[in-house]
């Protein structure tokens, strides 16, 4: 797959803190920079005490700039030029101390003063805490944390785990791949802030004895690239998911199941309190009748066993039956006459909205081209129905789901 670029053409100013962490810095910057980001370094004077602007130079491809007095800019104003190119400061990691200089808005050196400097009104701050569990847990930096929220600003983290001082508890600096997820996330529209959604993702599996089952080659990366997509765009995001060993969006719950039944009744509780509910999940449309307590064995047998089959309940249809239920999107994976069969399954599940794809040419894969089908209309995503990474698809059905909610909001 092609490497994504979700930082293309933005600048970042990435300023860095006296702290243990900034070793990650190193990789957050080769994170950002792959994403299609440039990144001008800041660096503090206790920052250098931990890693060397010689290495944050030749990741970045550019000088670190660390003091106010740098001859360097033609006005010798670095704190005014730097905070104007900037999309964003990132702050990471920020130290205990450095917190508290931006709460009292301090500008005794060069990155406090850029971040006191900076137009607040398009160049945003997001803050990276690292430092030990008992500093971050003090009232003093939570009432720090507290203001710099209230400023404005954005907290990404602290994480939680082993600390270079030995101890363990929240504090960490988040990972730079964290971070980075952060970051694209933090520049995605929030097209849907403060919607609740339910997705369901992957296969089923209906076991048919204790170590055989029923599944399919579902991948459950629809399912997950959506809950991404849906959480970025500022959704509170529930995805109750088949067996799949995919990883977990950030800021995602996630409820784990195995067969249809479970699905069913992880699903049927929480709809009501959703506003939109997607069906991704290739559930099984049948179950075995009764599961073998014990492996069933092949020696001495002449003729193959069989087995009863019956019926999974339809989740989806059973969603879309709740009284003031969520808005239902459901998904079709047909392998032909796509547009026919996916409306004779939005009739027959009584829902607005079926997303169509071709079922055996996106099962596992990383792309996909989908079919957008309501009662009246149909349209292609992309348009030219060329295939598409599964995540830019998501977002894009994001958009179009806020505007179809907008147009049925009471
Ligand atoms: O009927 P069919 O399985 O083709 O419909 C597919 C859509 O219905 C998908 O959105 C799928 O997640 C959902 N579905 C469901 N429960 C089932 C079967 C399908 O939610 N038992």
Known sequence: MPERTDLQGRHIVLGLTGGIACYKSAELVRL??????TVQVVMTEAAEA??????????????VVSSQWDAREPNNMAH?????????IVIAPASADFMAKLVQGRADE????????RPRERCPLLVAPAMNREMWSHPATQRNAQALLQ???HVLGPGSGDQACGEVGDGRMLEPAELLDELIAFFQPKVLQGQRLLITAGPTFEPIDPVRG??????GKMGFALARAAQEAGAQVTLVAGPVHLPTP??????????????FDAVLPLAAQNDVFIATAAVADWRPASLSEHKIKKEGKKVAPTFELTENPDILAAVAQVPQGPYCVGFAAESERLLEHARAKLQRKGIPLIIGNLGPATFGRDDNALLVVDAQTHHALPADGSPTDKLTLARALMAELAQRLQAVAP
């Open 80 to 88: 005014i030029n730097l905070s104007r190119e900037a999309d964003a």
């Open 32 to 37: 950002l920079t792959k994403a299609g980001a």
């Open 110 to 117: 060069l990155l406090s003063l850029m971040c006191l400097a």
């Open 50 to 63: 931990f890693i060397t602007p010689v290495t944050l130079q030749a990741l970045s491809g550019r000088p």
């Open 151 to 153: 400023d404005g600003a």
């Open 250 to 263: 950030r800021g995602v719950a996630r409820i784990n199941v195995m067969t249809a039944l479970q699905m």
């Open 214 to 219: 029923i599944t399919n080659h579902s991948s």
